[in-house]
């Protein structure tokens, strides 16, 4: 996708918003993911409650950038703001090795919570990367809004292990995942 055009959409788009935009970075990432940064002195109205107008205004350019480009599918972009979605990002990968700890001293399979695609997507992505997960393997079970990722011990036969265990009650920090 090219960067130029890119930025001339986000640029159209923001002309359109109440809060000033002094930059737009796009980079191209190794695993096909162009990330979009924008500068702003109003991050936080940026981001919208819980990430709702960053996603608002990311579903616009991406369909946006689709239609332009004659793309069958639309791009995997990611729009950031101020580094919000990227520590997102880091809090779930996180999240995932603490919860790892607990498959290994358990032996245990383990359901995160519920997520969107985007973060299950850098859950297994980080699983399978990381040199310190890989006695693990994640697959994401459940439907819609209530999928979620497994986590086990890669040893562990598929249907093996019994019933999951469950989600523990207290705070993930989970709960407020925007994308």
């Known amino acids: 996708m090219d960067d ?13 918003l109440p809060f000033d935009v002094t ?5 191209e990432e190794k695993d096909g993911v162009t990330r979009v940064e924008i500068v702003s002195p109003e991050a936080s109205r940026v981001i919208g ?6 996603n608002a205004v990311q579903h616009l350019l991406k369909s946006i950038a689709r239609s332009k480009a004659k793309l069958d599918r639309s791009p ?3 729009l950031d703001v101020d580094g919000y ?3 997102q990002e880091e809090k779930v990968c996180k999240i995932a090795e603490q919860k790892a700890d607990f498959v290994r001293r358990t032996g245990s399979r383990l359901a995160l919570p519920p997520m969107s695609p985007y973060f299950r997507r850098i859950v297994h992505m980080h699983v399978a990367s990381s040199s310190t997960l890989q006695d ?18 890669k040893d562990e036969k598929e249907g093996d292990g019994g019933e999951l265990s469950p989600v523990m009650a207290e705070e993930t920090g989970l709960e407020n995942l925007d994308v």
Do not use: A, P
């Open 4 to 16: 130029s055009m890119i930025k001339d959409i986000l640029g159209g788009l923001v002309t359109f």
């Open 23 to 27: 930059e737009i970075k796009v980079q």
């Open 136 to 153: 693990l393997t994640t697959e994401s079970v459940g439907e819609g809004e209530y999928r979620q990722i497994v986590l086990r011990l």
């Open 85 to 87: 979605r990227r520590s």
């Open 76 to 78: 995997f972009l990611v």
């Open 49 to 54: 409650w819980h990430g709702e107008t960053l």
